[in-house]
């Protein structure tokens, strides 16, 4: 389902404008002023504002994580609308979408069988270790959050 790009970006509290040109155009929308997003797209946008909202990741790990798990979001957003469409609405239907950053040098995203060691912008098989702090976001919370018009927590 197209998202009009207005409704998008009212939903957006944190990140100023040239970043969120910058994130368009990282995500091909070069030179573009889209009138309407997919699922996914706005998904990004507002993903990428909870992370930016929250300051618990670093501005370069959070543009990392962005652009290295962009088709991961995307794709996650897209598949959430589709369920949410199908399923009635059904919360506990919903496929899982979580990216956690552990111990603030790793970020993993569900459905992905490898973890991103952010101090090496690399991504390994597995933890090296088991974490001690964990920050998780939950794909789905943000996306129904804004769809629903619920402003973020800070």
């Not at 155009?25 to 797209?41: Q, T, W």
């Not at 991961?72 to 239907?93: C, F, P």
Request: proline fraction near 6%; glycine fraction near 8%.
């Amino acid at each position: 389902m197209p998202i009009p790009y207005e409704a998008v970006e009212e939903k957006i509290r944190y990140m100023p404008k040239s970043s969120i040109r910058i994130l368009l155009n990282a995500m091909g929308l070069k030179g573009v002023s889209p009138s309407v997003l997919s699922a996914g797209e706005a998904l990004m946008l507002w993903f990428a504002d909870r992370m930016q909202g929250s300051a618990k990741v670093s501005s370069s790990y959070q543009d990392l994580i962005l652009s290295e798990m962009s088709e991961n979001i995307e794709a996650y957003g897209n598949t959430l609308e589709t369920a949410l469409a199908s399923n009635g609405g059904d919360l506990a239907k919903l496929p899982v979408g979580l990216v956690t950053v552990c111990n603030g040098s790793m970020a993993c995203i569900s459905g992905r069988d490898a973890v991103l060691h952010l101090h090496q912008a690399a991504w390994l098989p597995g933890m090296p270790s088991f974490p001690e702090e964990s920050i998780v976001y939950n794909l789905a919370a943000i996306y129904i959050g804004a769809m629903r018009g619920k402003k973020p927590r800070a």
